[in-house]
């Protein structure tokens, strides 16, 4: 049963060191290829989407989390305030409350909305050292957020392109979801009391679920303190269940911040925002598909994309012109020597990159290549030029298959 921690470190993807601290770890050139890749295709895919994306720093003063309700529903998990200059400043627990500042500081018109700000963002949560695991429980955490601010009646359609966004990713990561959870609230007072807001926002995602055809769970006590949410669930190596993406409905920060848009009849009518992570923390789904794929990642993905394979020391020269050609490519390659052993060993040792471009003399000389995929299959030598559009290809469109047959 793979585990992402140790199999993380045998891979040199990231590691710790006590001088950081629990719950801190750093990512090695490997890890920051994944993570690198991770946070562009995300990117990508939400300017496709029709996404801006904004910055915003990780500190903030304990106003702005009093303002939003964090302060009063969420302190136990932050990190004590710090005194600056005669304010208290905090590490951020959330991006939402400055995304709600980044709208109200210019003036909107309904005709701009839905806007979708996006923000792949530090954030710190004060975590037990007894919780912290690896990469899936840390302690600061890169999360892909993004706050959609839209009318009323934009609220379902954002909510369903929102989820439209999560599957396609995943479909990329090739991740399977294990179930989706409608959370709701439950007893106590970590909620903003407010029925009707609470209501309003709870049948938005019932309606959007049910017309997803997507089978679902209602689950009282694991909303947010400020809304209910749409949380995708996802199963580790050892069959535990954790979330990895959300959607969520909140009515009340809109009210905190006085956010409003000029609508059609010149009056000023308050925005909703709808809170959506694709792939919730880098950290945690960089976790989930270590496991899932035991290191043998998407080619896209991986740290590696192709090895090349010369066999004798005749084929280096070649090997070492193909490298540059990959490198050209915008293709992740190495040359593994026929110094470092034979052909059969260095092939095992490659057996996590997805091709392995074998070279012999026969391939040197009509410039063409032998290649091998990760799952066993040997294809017909073809002219390199060939053989690197058709590895790019798959490559760009993130595909979690290793051949394209057409």
């Not at 490997?30 to 990780?58: N, T």
């Not at 479909?171 to 959370?183: C, H, M, N, T, V």
């Not at 809170?275 to 740290?303: D, N, Q, T, Y």
């Not at 020269?317 to 915008?330: M, N, S, T, W, Y």
């Amino acid at each position: 049963m793979p585990d992402h921690r140790k199999l993380g470190r045998e891979l040199n993807l990231f590691d710790s060191d006590p001088l950081i601290g629990a719950g801190l770890p750093y990512w090695l050139p490997d890890g920051a290829i994944i993570r690198h890749e991770l946070e562009e295709y995300v990117r990508a895919a939400e300017i496709r989407a029709g996404y801006q994306h904004v910055y915003s720093p990780v500190l903030a003063k304990r106003e702005l989390y009093e303002r939003s309700g964090h302060w009063a529903h969420y302190r136990e998990d932050m990190f004590p305030p710090m005194d600056l200059g005669g304010e208290q400043v905090v590490l951020r627990p959330s991006l939402c409350p400055h995304h709600a500042l980044i709208y109200r500081s210019r003036a909107h018109s309904y005709r701009e909305l839905p806007l979708r700000m996006a923000e792949l963002g530090g954030m710190y949560r004060a975590e037990l050292s007894g919780v912290l695991g690896g990469l899936t429980r840390v302690r600061a955490i890169q999360l892909n957020d993004a706050h959609l601010f839209c009318t009323p009646d934009q609220v379902a359609a954002e909510t369903a392109g929102a989820l439209a966004l999560i599957r396609e990713a995943y479909a990329a990561l090739d991740i399977q979801d294990a179930r989706y959870r409608l959370s709701l609230p439950g007893p106590g007072g970590k909620y903003v009391a407010d029925p009707e807001l609470w209501q309003r926002a709870s049948a938005v995602l019932r309606e959007v679920l049910d017309e997803s055809g997507l089978d679902y769970e209602a689950v009282e006590g694991e909303a947010a303190f400020y809304g209910p949410k749409i949380d995708v669930q996802i199963l580790d190596s050892a069959g535990r269940e954790s979330t990895l993406s959300t959607v969520q409905v909140d009515f009340y920060q809109p009210e905190q911040f006085d956010l409003h848009y000029i609508g059609a009849d010149g009056g000023k009518h308050r925005p909703v925002m709808v809170h959506r992570s694709v792939i919730g923390s880098v950290e945690r789904a960089v976790a989930h598909l270590i496991e899932g794929h035991g290191g043998a990642f998407p080619a896209w993905l991986a740290p590696r994309q192709v090895a090349i394979l010369p066999i004798s020391a005749a084929e280096e020269p070649a090997a070492h012109d193909l490298l540059g050609q990959c490198r050209a490519a915008g293709l992740r390659a190495e040359v593994i020597s026929a110094g470092e052993g034979s052909l059969g060993a260095r092939v095992r040792n490659a057996r996590l990159v997805p091709y392995q471009a074998v070279l012999g003399a026969r391939e040197v000389a009509e410039d063409r290549v032998a290649l091998r995929l990760r799952d066993g299959r040997r294809l017909d030598a073809m002219p390199v030029a060939e053989c690197l559009r058709r590895v790019r290809a798959v490559v760009e469109a993130h595909s979690p298959r290793l051949w394209d047959n057409a």
